[in-house]
Each structure stands twice: as structure tokens, then as C-alpha cells.
């Protein structure tokens, strides 16, 4: 009987708990649709409930206020032309004076050839949290935005070092930075790799080879040259762990990012390189630590200790830029790509092993087919849990 009735009070006590959670439940919504009215047309029970529920008010002003937070940080803040030009040659200087200068690269430098990015107010995980549904164009007809072109032109100037990528579009590899400056942390669309070969076996195609590939998934259907082993895509989903070599190359990223005196972040929203502690050396005491200039539309969580914060779109800013360095910044020229030099044919019987639009040395029109399925289709779908690839 003491067992029966110790359950009938632990039920009884659920109950209560639950009846509690709903009182509240109700008691916030009540009060927030009384806040929601004009103070003018209030009734005299409003503010007597107001009066009784004063933790219930303070709690709902800090969600208004930390939801006002959210939507002021998605906001895009572009400077004045005056204040522009100003913040340019503090860039042009700072670069001129660095010893050791490496760029991070976000989805913001790609925008201009149509792909869109993450965190904008047309971005991929803009679109998925309010509910849209996101499709990408034909990205092998994406090519080198001025941006991608300025940072070669930057590298082959001995003005840059090195180039930390989050982007998956290969467009920096196609823009002739050669592969030993670029690290591709998140993978590259149109590399898939051979992990049975040691070192890794790497092939670079003329097609998005993600066709097939998704989260957790990475197998694309094609064999080794070598040994006959199952060939997988590079791509780094979002839930994943990178641990492959190339193209992700972290250990030229990391000593990179040591020997940075500064860094320049370009098109990030940094809410996901700024959990790579290798990157910002926070070992080091602040004042040891990399000058950092970030140019991007929307806030970012390195805002605060950011040497100069420009807002302005990367294309406008790197245009600026190289004009104050008096440098030209070279015409991207398809035919030239170094990707069709770089690039390993399909073997006979494999030609259909993937349904992607060929790359070819014809310039393209613009950005349209819809595709589906890989790093950006099913890719999309955020992970829940850690996985190594």
C-alpha cells in the first residue's frame, strides 16, 4: 500500500506541476496581449493584473527587447560614401604595413555570381527559419566574383598569405589562388577523394560531384583510379567534423592564423569561425593577438574587438580597395580557368555517373536551372549531432 500511495502522490504532485505550467502559460499570454494595447486603452483590471504580475512583465520586456537585439543584428548597414572611402584607406594602409595578412572568405563574396549566402535577408537559413523554401541555381555556371579576383591579385602581389574559405562553391580555386595558399574548410564542390589511398587520392571534376551526397552521407558512386575504392565529396555539413586533408588543409589554416598579424574577414557573419579558436589565437593576451578588419553588411560577433568594422558590400569594397593600392584587378577569363588544367577526366562507363552540367571553356549564361540534392539541396538540413568525415 506504501508503494501505491507514494506513486499516487508523485502522480499527484505531476498533475499540480502540470496544472502550474498551464496557469503560467495562460497568465503570460494574458499579459502580453494587455502590453500589446495602447496605455490609453487600458482597463482598470489590465493594470491591476500588470500591478500582480510584475516578474510576468519584467520577463516579457526582456524577450521584446533581446528579439529587438536579434532583428537589429540581421539588418544590413551600409556606410556613407564619405565614411567609406575613409575606412578604405585605413584597409589600404594596414594592408601596405602587415608582415603576414590572411583572409577569412564568407558566403558574402560569392553573392555577386548568384549564389546566395547563409545569413542574409535572402539566405539560406533566413529562408528556412521563416518557413520558405530554399532552391540554388546551376552552380557550375557561377564564375569568380571581382571580389575572388582581387584577392588573387592581392596573393600574387605578396600582399596576402594565405586564404581561409567557408565556401563550398570552389570559386576561389577557379580565380587561380593556387591550393597551397587556400584552405577550404568546409569542402569544395567539385573535389571527391579517395581515403583508402594513403596520402588521400584527390580529384577535381568539371561538375558539382554532391549530386548524390548529402549530411552524413558523402559517397558519390565513383571508384579510385588507383585502388578501386569508394571516391567521397569533401563537403563539411553543418553538424559534421572536417578531418580530411585537403582541400580543407586546417593545418595551413592554423599556421597561418599564428602567424598573422592581420586578418581580414570578408563576407562572414563569423557565427561559425568564431568557434575555431585556432583562428583568433585566444591563447595569446589580446594586445598579441591579430589586428582584425571585417567587412560585412551585418553585425558579427567579433564586431567588439574588430579593428574597423566596414559595411559595404565586398565587390564595392575590394573595387575601393585595389584602386587605393593602385592595382588593376584581372578580368576572370573562363577559357583560362585553371580547373580544366587541374581537373581528372571520367574513365570510360562512368560517364553516367552523375547528371550535373558539365564545366565548359563557353561562357555561360546567367544563374538559373534549379538543382536539388547535395551540399546544397539535402545538405541543407542542419545536424544534430557530431559526426568525423
Not at 552552380?139 to 584577392?151: D, K, N, Q, V
Amino acid at each position: 500500500m506504501a508503494g501505491v500511495s507514494q506513486r499516487e502522490a508523485r502522480k499527484a504532485a505531476e498533475r499540480r506541476q502540470k496544472r502550474a505550467v498551464e496557469e503560467q502559460r495562460a497568465r503570460i499570454k494574458l499579459v502580453s496581449t494587455i502590453l500589446q494595447k495602447p496605455e490609453e486603452l487600458r482597463t482598470k483590471d489590465d493594470i491591476t493584473l500588470l500591478s500582480a504580475c510584475v516578474d510576468t512583465v519584467e520577463e516579457l520586456e526582456k524577450r521584446k527587447q533581446k528579439t529587438e537585439a536579434r532583428k537589429r543584428k540581421l539588418e544590413e548597414v551600409i556606410d556613407e560614401p564619405d565614411e567609406l572611402k575613409k575606412k578604405i584607406n585605413l584597409l589600404a594602409a594596414a594592408i601596405q604595413a602587415a608582415r603576414y595578412l590572411v583572409i577569412y572568405s564568407g558566403a558574402g563574396i560569392s553573392t555577386a555570381a548568384s549564389i546566395p549566402d547563409y545569413r542574409g535577408p535572402n539566405g539560406v537559413w533566413t529562408l528556412l527559419q521563416s518557413g520558405r523554401t530554399v532552391s540554388a541555381g546551376d552552380l557550375s555556371e557561377a564564375e569568380p566574383t571581382l571580389t575572388h579576383m582581387g584577392i588573387t591579385k592581392l596573393y600574387k602581389e605578396k600582399l596576402v598569405q594565405h586564404v581561409v574559405s567557408q565556401n563550398c562553391d570552389g570559386l576561389h580555386l577557379r580565380s587561380s589562388l593556387p591550393q597551397k595558399a587556400l584552405s577550404e574548410l568546409h569542402g569544395n564542390m567539385y573535389i571527391e577523394v579517395c581515403t583508402y589511398c594513403s596520402p588521400n587520392r584527390e580529384y577535381i571534376r568539371l561538375f558539382d560531384v554532391t549530386e548524390r551526397t548529402s549530411l552524413h552521407r558523402h559517397n558519390t558512386g565513383r571508384k579510385c583510379h588507383k585502388c578501386g575504392g569508394e571516391l567521397r565529396d569533401t563537403i563539411v555539413h553543418f553538424g559534421e567534423k572536417g578531418t580530411l586533408e585537403q582541400p580543407l588543409n586546417w593545418k595551413g589554416a592554423a599556421e597561418a592564423a599564428k602567424e598573422a598579424d592581420v586578418i581580414i574577414c570578408l563576407g562572414s557573419s563569423l557565427k561559425v569561425l568564431k568557434k575555431y579558436a585556432c583562428l583568433w589565437c585566444m591563447s595569446r593576451v589580446p594586445h598579441k593577438r591579430p589586428k582584425l578588419y571585417i567587412v560585412n553588411l551585418q553585425w558579427t560577433p567579433k564586431d567588439g574587438v574588430a579593428t574597423l568594422k566596414i559595411h559595404a558590400k565586398c565587390d564595392d569594397v575590394m573595387q575601393l580597395l585595389l584602386e587605393e593600392l593602385c592595382l588593376e584587378i584581372p578580368h576572370y577569363d573562363r577559357s583560362k580557368d585553371p580547373i580544366f588544367s587541374l581537373a581528372t577526366q571520367l574513365r570510360p562507363g562512368e560517364e553516367d555517373s552523375h547528371s550535373r552540367k558539365l564545366l565548359t571553356k563557353d561562357n555561360p549564361g546567367s544563374v538559373g536551372s534549379t538543382v536539388s540534392g547535395g551540399w546544397y539541396g539535402k545538405g541543407c538540413a542542419k545536424g544534430r549531432r557530431k559526426k568525423k568525415v
